[in-house]
C-alpha cells in the first residue's frame, strides 16, 4: 500500500520557512522548523497551536 502523505512550505507566521507535511495514514502533521527541530503532532488543535504561536 502506498503511503500518502501532504507537505507544503510554511510562508508567513511564527514558523515561517518551516515545512509541513500531514501523514494521512498515521493521522500526524510533523514540522520541520528553520532552526532544525522536528516536532510531530497527534491532534490538529496541537499542530494549529504551534504554528500560530510557536508553542504546542
Do not use: C
Not at 518551516?18 to 496541537?46: I, M
Amino acid at each position: 500500500m502506498m503511503k500518502v502523505v501532504n507537505g507544503f512550505d510554511v510562508t508567513h507566521g511564527p514558523q515561517k520557512g518551516a515545512r509541513a507535511e500531514l501523514d494521512q495514514k498515521e493521522r500526524a502533521w510533523t514540522v520541520w522548523t528553520t532552526n532544525g527541530s522536528v516536532r510531530t503532532f497527534k491532534t490538529l488543535k496541537s499542530y494549529v497551536m504551534f504554528m500560530t504561536s510557536g508553542r504546542g
